[in-house]
């Protein structure tokens, strides 16, 4: 047995090992409008809507240039909101901002921060909820039972943390006791996730469940409405799907969140 055949087995995937051929129907386009030359956009602002065809935001967007000026990865406080500004930094400026960040209430517990984790030259880009209490400890995501789920599925896939996929999260620190990252923690560490897309311009964004769909969707979203369409965020595909946890919860989901995967990855390829 090949060693994605087996992984699916393992993951009780291996029956849905197909690709969906057909495109689906026109999907709903959300444009995040690009925020990060202001203050860290509201989560709730809403977002214009039209089609997009499943294969058409694949193709990836032109480099923009970064300015060659210094980076001031701060967290500055204006007025009685912080607002953090690494429009300009590159990746090790950017995840020293991450590690020292007290821009929202989700520091002041947090053990270490979670920058994210993968390879900076990914295609894929798998975005999630924020860490719990192992990631917290280790500093990196998807370290523990959720992540062995999701590891199992970029296998199937054919990458892995560090080839081919870069992994991240709406909130960078740990909500205590692994509650739901309220609204405007998520906005307040949305800048971030902005510039972790900015310098890795993946063709293809997975959003896993519902705080990961509002980061980079900027609204709303439901997991079971959206899924099975794609999502424009700035010329970047984004697929929407359930998150890890939430299938170890609801295994019967699995098959659902594989399809989802596979619709992904037909979008990647152009299908
Ligand atoms: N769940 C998440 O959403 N992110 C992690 O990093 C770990 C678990
Ligand atoms: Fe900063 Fe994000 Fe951590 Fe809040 S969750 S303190 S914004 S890194």
Redesign the pocket.
């Not at 999630?128 to 719990?132: C, K, N, T, V």
């Given at each position: 047995m090949n060693r994605r055949l087996s992984i699916l087995r393992e993951i009780g995937l291996a029956p849905l090992w197909r690709s969906r051929q057909s495109v689906p129907a026109p999907a709903p386009h959300v444009e995040a409008t690009s925020e990060h030359a202001k203050a860290p956009r509201s989560a709730g602002a809403s977002a214009p809507v039209g089609p997009m065809t499943a294969g058409n935001g694949a193709r990836r967007q032109a480099s923009t240039a970064l300015p060659a000026r210094p980076v001031a990865p701060a967290v500055v406080t204006a007025a009685d909101r912080p607002v953090i500004d690494v429009r300009n930094a590159g990746w090790d400026t950017l995840e020293q901002a991450i590690r020292s960040c007290t821009a929202c209430r989700l520091h002041e517990r947090r053990t270490l921060a979670?920058p994210g984790v993968g390879d900076r030259k990914a295609e894929w880009l798998f975005v999630?909820?924020?860490?719990?209490a192992e990631?917290d400890l280790r500093g990196e995501?998807?370290?523990?039972q959720?992540?062995k789920l999701l590891d199992a599925m970029l296998a199937a896939l054919g990458v892995a943390r560090g080839r081919g996929v870069y992994?991240a999260?709406s909130v960078k620190c740990r909500p205590p006791g692994n509650r739901t990252p309220e609204s405007d923690e998520i906005a307040c560490c949305q800048p971030y996730l902005e510039r972790q897309i900015e310098l890795l311009r993946p063709r293809i964004i997975v959003a896993?469940?519902r705080p990961?769909a509002q980061s980079l969707l900027g609204g709303e979203i439901k997991i079971a409405a959206a899924r099975g369409r794609t999502f424009d965020r700035q010329g970047i595909p984004v697929v929407v799907t359930y998150?890890?946890?939430y299938l170890l919860r609801n295994p019967s989901d699995k098959a659902k969140a594989w399809e989802d995967l596979c619709f992904a990855r037909d979008v990647l390829s152009g299908a």
């Open positions: 979670v999630g909820e924020g860490p719990g990631e995501p998807f370290v523990g959720a992540g992994i999260n896993l469940g990961a998150h890890p946890a």
